[in-house]
């Protein structure tokens, strides 16, 4: 199972496994029957997950609503961290992730707007760099897992800060690779697909981020909070969910004034 979905996320587009992985993975969960993990999400239970990741991990990927290690923790941090299921909240979800989707979407208090440039998910086809949106449009962002693909991430940034309300805040995770650099690699003139997983970690990513990160979230302009739920966690509770083990939530707000 770690050879075939290594293999499939490395061969097939995006796109179609955003269409259609999650059909396939229906049947093959059950062979995961079990009560050892729970999805916080789907509140499905499992004797594990499914490995997942081009260098495949195990006990990654909920074989039912296909959230990963980071979902589940976004998702606990949602639910104790904010008001976001209850305030009436207008939302940009970039790239939007299929575990959340529907859920969000069914969230009477939310008005939900999904956004990308590539996906065949989203309402909104939009480059990041130049969002359709007038400015303060929106009371919180998603934006997981894109910024190491994006041309400029600090013009993304930019759209971002302009379409938030002042007051309005925004998840913004990305991958890092250990050992995590002192400051973010990058380099437009490296294009190989292979020299650019060699470089940054991926072959479709143009940067590697270090440990800079939140400075460079706050040159932006915006307000950085680095979140560290998930040594605020008991251990069960980690292990049940099978959540990432340092994760760090990257939450950024627009001030007031």
């Known amino acids: 199972m770690r050879f075939l979905i290594s293999f499939f996320l490395r061969k097939i587009p995006r796109k179609y496994l955003q269409l259609f992985s999650h059909i396939a993975l229906k049947g093959v969960s059950v062979f ?3 009560n050892k993990v729970e999805c916080p999400v789907c509140e499905s239970q499992f004797r594990k997950f499914l490995p997942y990741g081009r260098k495949s991990r195990g006990n990654a990927l909920c074989p039912s609503c296909l959230t990963l290690e980071r979902h589940r923790l976004i998702w606990i941090y949602l639910k104790e961290k904010t008001d976001f299921f209850s305030a009436p909240i207008k939302m940009l979800h970039i790239a939007p992730e299929l575990c959340f989707m529907d859920r969000f979407e069914s969230l009477k208090s939310l008005d939900y707007i999904t956004a990308d440039l590539e996906s065949p998910l989203a309402k909104v086809k939009m480059d990041i760099h130049e969002m359709p949106f007038e400015e303060s449009s929106f009371d919180v962002i998603f934006c997981n897992h894109v910024l190491e693909h994006v041309e400029d991430d600090l013009k993304a940034l930019s759209e971002i800060k302009r379409v938030l309300k002042p007051g309005g805040w925004a998840i913004l995770q990305v991958p890092f690779f250990y050992p995590i650099p002192k400051t973010t690699l990058e380099d437009p003139s490296i294009t190989d697909p292979g020299e650019r997983e060699k470089i940054f970690g991926q072959d479709d ?3 590697m981020y270090g440990e800079d990160y ?3 979230l706050r040159s932006s302009g915006l307000e950085v909070i680095e979140d560290q739920l998930i040594h605020e966690l008991d ?3 980690k292990e ?4 990432p083990e340092n994760e760090i939530i990257y939450r950024v707000e627009k001030l007031t004034s």
């Open 32 to 34: 995961y029957i079990g």
């Open 205 to 207: 990513h143009v940067r």
């Open 214 to 216: 939140a400075e460079r």
């Open 235 to 237: 251990q069960s509770v």
């Open 240 to 243: 049940r969910h099978a959540l």
